[in-house]
C-alpha cells in the first residue's frame, strides 16, 4: 500500500515537472552523444575503406566508379559533396553516416508520439541506441544508416496512413529516397507498400486504393533514373557479384539476425519477449484493430529476408547476406515498440513487468555500446599508420595475397601512393618492396624464396579486425 502511494505520487509529480516531449527530447539527445562519441577513429574495415578510397577520388572519378559499383549513388555522391566542403577523413565520413540515425532519433520519436502516445516513442528512441547492430551500423562509413532513417521513417508515415489516413506524401518520398540509398532498404519499404496495398484491399476503400495508386505512380517516376542506373550496375557487375552460399542454418541464423548480441542469454531473452510481445498484438489483432501496426511492421522485416533467399533460390545464386536487413531493422524494433507498449498496458503496467523491460533494454544498450566501441577504438591503427608515414616511400610497392583482398583494398586507403604489384613486375619496382601476410597466405614466404628474394621480418599490424605480418623483401645477393 505505501509503495503503491509513493509511486503514484512519484508519477504525478513528474507528470507535473516533466513533459513527455522533455523526456524524449533528452533521450534523443542522448542517444546522439553515444553515436558521436564513436566517430573519433580511424578504424576501418575492407567495405569502408572501399567506400572512402572511391569517394576520395576526384567528382569525374566518384560517379564513373559508381556506376560499376553495383550499389545506387546518393551516398557516394553526397560523400563527395561533403569532403569538398568539410575536408576528406573519416571523422567526417563517420558523422555523415550517424547524423540519420540521430535524426530518425529526433523525428522518428516525435511522429510516432503524435500517433501512439509518449511510451510507445519512447521505447522506440531507446531501441534505436540499445538494439544489436544499430550502433555498429550506425557510424560505419557506408550506406547502411542512412537506409535506416528511410526505413523508419517511411514505417512512421506508413503507421500514420494506416490510422489517420494521411502522410502519403512523405511515406512515398522515404520510399523513393531509398531506392537511391541501397537496394535492400527499398526492398524493405516496397513490403510496406505490399502490406498496404493488402490491408486497403481488404478493408475495401476504394478511396484510399485510389491514392494508393497515385502515390505508387509517383514513386514509379521518381525513382525510375535510379533503376536505370540500378539495371546497368547488375547488368555490368553479373559476372562478380555473389555473396556466401545459403542454406537453412544461414536461414536460421538471418532470422535470429535483429536479437544478436553475442551473449546467447542476452540474445535469447531479447529474441522471447520480442516474440511474446507480437503473440499478445496478434491476439488483439484479432479481437480487435489494437494490435495495429505492430504486426505488419514486423512481419515486412521478414518478409524483407524471404525475398532475399526467394530471388537468389530462382536465379541460382547467393545474392543476399545479413547485413542486407540493417535498413529494415528500424522497421521491426518500431514494431517490437509498440507491442512492447500494448503488452504492458495489457499487464496494467505491471512493475515488475516494466523493471524486466527496463534492464532488458539497460543491459543489451551496454553490452552493443562496449561491443562497438572496442571495435572502433581498437589499438593498432595508430602504430601501424606511423611506421607507414616514417618508413613507406615513393616508389615502394606491396605484394599481397591475390585470392584474399581485404587486406589490399585497405592499403588502398591507408597508404593510397602504395603500388600494388606481382612477383612477376617486383624487378621493376624502383623504391622497397614489401611483403603483406596474413594466416592465409603464409605459403607467400615459399613464393618470395622462389623468385629470389630474401624476407626481412619486420613486426606484426592490425586494425579493426583484421592483422597482418609486415616483411621487407631484398633480392638474394644484392
Request: glycine share 6%; with cysteine; aromatic share 18%.
Amino acid at each position: 500500500m505505501v509503495y503503491n502511494q509513493f509511486m503514484q505520487k512519484f508519477r504525478e509529480s513528474i507528470k507535473n515537472n516533466i513533459s513527455g516531449e522533455l523526456i524524449l527530447f533528452i533521450t534523443a539527445v542522448f542517444g546522439s552523444i553515444l553515436y558521436i562519441s564513436l566517430v573519433f577513429n580511424d578504424n576501418l574495415w575492407v567495405d569502408e575503406a572501399f567506400t572512402a578510397s572511391l569517394i576520395r577520388g576526384s567528382m569525374a572519378e566518384v560517379l564513373k566508379d559508381t556506376a560499376a559499383d553495383t550499389l545506387p549513388p546518393f551516398y557516394n555522391v553526397a560523400g563527395k559533396l561533403l569532403t569538398m566542403v568539410f575536408g576528406f577523413s573519416p571523422l567526417v565520413l563517420k558523422l555523415f553516416s550517424c547524423f540519420p540515425m540521430i535524426l530518425l532519433i529526433f523525428f522518428g520519436g516525435r511522429k510516432l508520439a503524435s500517433l501512439f502516445g509518449f511510451r510507445t516513442a519512447f521505447i522506440y528512441e531507446l531501441f534505436l541506441f540499445t538494439m544489436p547492430h544499430f550502433l555498429h551500423y550506425g557510424v560505419e562509413i557506408r550506406m547502411y544508416s542512412w537506409g535506416v532513417f528511410t526505413c523508419g521513417m517511411a514505417a512512421a508515415f506508413f503507421s500514420e496512413i494506416l490510422k489517420e489516413k494521411r502522410g502519403w506524401t512523405a511515406f512515398t518520398l522515404f520510399t523513393v529516397f531509398s531506392g537511391y540509398i541501397h537496394h535492400f532498404a527499398l526492398v524493405s519499404c516496397g513490403m510496406l507498400w505490399f502490406l498496404l496495398l493488402l490491408i486497403l484491399l481488404k478493408d475495401r476503400d476504394f478511396a484510399v486504393l485510389k491514392k494508393y495508386a497515385q502515390n505508387l505512380l509517383i514513386f514509379i517516376i521518381l525513382y525510375l533514373p535510379c533503376l536505370i542506373l540500378t539495371v546497368f550496375q547488375l547488368k555490368a557487375a553479373s559476372s562478380y557479384f555473389d555473396m556466401a552460399p545459403l542454406s537453412f542454418n544461414s536461414l536460421l541464423s538471418d532470422i535470429r539476425f535483429p536479437f544478436v548480441t553475442n551473449i546467447t542469454p542476452l540474445s535469447t531473452l531479447l529474441l522471447l519477449s520480442a516474440a511474446a510481445a507480437a503473440l499478445i498484438c496478434l491476439k488483439l489483432l484479432l479481437k480487435t484493430e489494437e494490435g495495429f501496426p505492430g504486426l505488419f511492421l514486423i512481419s515486412a522485416f521478414y518478409l524483407t529476408l524471404f525475398f532475399g533467399y526467394g530471388v537468389s533460390l530462382i536465379s541460382g545464386r547467393s545474392i543476399f547476406t545479413a547485413r542486407y536487413l540493417v535498413p529494415a531493422l528500424s522497421i521491426l524494433w518500431m514494431g517490437v515498440a509498440f507491442c512492447w507498449d500494448r503488452l504492458i498496458s495489457k499487464a496494467g503496467d505491471n512493475r515488475f513487468l516494466l523493471l524486466f523491460a527496463a534492464l532488458i533494454i539497460v543491459f543489451t544498450g551496454a553490452v552493443c555500446y562496449r561491443q562497438a566501441f572496442r571495435e572502433e577504438y581498437k589499438e593498432g591503427v595508430g602504430t601501424m599508420k606511423a611506421y607507414f608515414n616514417e618508413n613507406f616511400h615513393e616508389g615502394d610497392a606491396c605484394i599481397v595475397l591475390e585470392d584474399y583482398p581485404e587486406i589490399e583494398i585497405c592499403l588502398k586507403y591507408y597508404c593510397p601512393d602504395l603500388k600494388i604489384t606481382r612477383w612477376k613486375d617486383g624487378d621493376n619496382i624502383t623504391g622497397t618492396l614489401w611483403l603483406f601476410l596474413n594466416e592465409k597466405s603464409k605459403n607467400l614466404l615459399e613464393k618470395a624464396e622462389k623468385h629470389g628474394y630474401n624476407a626481412k621480418y619486420i613486426s606484426d599490424f592490425s586494425f579493426d579486425r583484421y592483422s597482418f605480418s609486415l616483411y621487407r623483401l631484398e633480392k638474394e645477393g644484392s
